[in-house]
């Protein structure tokens, strides 16, 4: 897989999966711009890049904001001239039952975990050349899921069903769409998770993976290796969901 000089945008990649996936679009030659919420882990991740010889920019973007993501898309534009990649990576997770939801938790969740995905695919589809791919970082909880986090896994199940409705309308544009579906991750999301603390949810031996097997998988996804590849919805789960 080779992205030499070819620009990707990879939005929550101030650390976790996101940051393992800019970091490996980086060695394959790829121009990063890190789309941030956090303004201080997007520079850290620019620097280490950049110290890696990269050409790397670090850029805050709230997700949820269509003209945030209007700006950024521009300003990859602006500094390169193009724009051949773009991983929705950004992700929320809140931990409450249903009954305790206010609309503003909801909404919070859904407007970073969808809406963002949704407004970088607007500005693809509107700005991007044929050959151009999108990847959304969805989860398997859009397919099985735990009590606490109904407001994530709808999110995440939209976002494949987003993900089909993109592949067909991307496909006379020449712009593949495909989903990734990571299981448990050595992230601090999933350490953080109430359900891990307490045992509720049981991780096995060889049930965590780390953030480079789901970069590894989107990288593929984003590759001229995968052309015929759109529409697809891929977990990386280590097998979990396979188990009985």
């Not at 990649?13 to 941030?36: K, M, P, S, W, Y």
């Not at 805050?60 to 929705?88: K, M, P, Q, Y």
């Not at 069903?161 to 309308?169: D, G």
Request: hydrophobic share 50%; proline share 4%; with cysteine.
């Amino acid at each position: 897989m080779e992205f030499q000089d070819k620009v990707v945008i990879v939005t929550g990649a101030g650390g976790g999966i996101g940051r393992a996936t800019a970091r490996r679009f980086a060695v394959h030659g790829a121009r990063v711009l890190i789309a941030e919420f956090d303004d201080a882990r997007g520079s850290d991740a620019e620097r280490e890049l950049r110290a890696g010889g990269a050409d790397a920019l670090a850029l805050h973007c709230d997700v949820a904001s269509e003209s945030d993501v209007a700006r950024v898309v521009d300003a990859a534009f602006e500094r390169w001239g193009r724009l051949d990649v773009i991983v929705n990576n950004a992700g929320k997770m809140i931990f409450k039952p249903i009954e305790a939801h206010s609309e503003a938790d909801l909404l919070g969740v859904m407007r970073v975990d969808l809406f963002g995905a949704f407004w970088f695919t607007k500005q693809a589809f509107l700005r991007c050349r044929p050959g151009a791919a999108i990847v959304n970082v969805s989860s398997i909880h859009a397919v099985e899921t735990t009590p606490l986090v109904s407001a994530y896994a709808a999110a995440k199940a939209a976002l494949v069903s987003l993900t089909r409705s993109a592949a067909i309308e991307g496909r006379p544009k020449g712009i593949r769409v495909n989903a990734v579906l990571p299981g448990a991750i050595e992230t601090p999301m999933l350490r953080e998770n109430p359900e891990v603390k307490s045992g509720v949810e049981v991780l096995r031996p060889g049930d965590v993976g780390q953030p480079d097997d789901v970069a590894k998988a989107i990288a593929f996804l984003a590759s001229d290796d995968a052309s015929f590849v759109t529409g697809a919805g891929v977990r990386v789960d280590g097998g979990r969901l396979a188990t009985l």
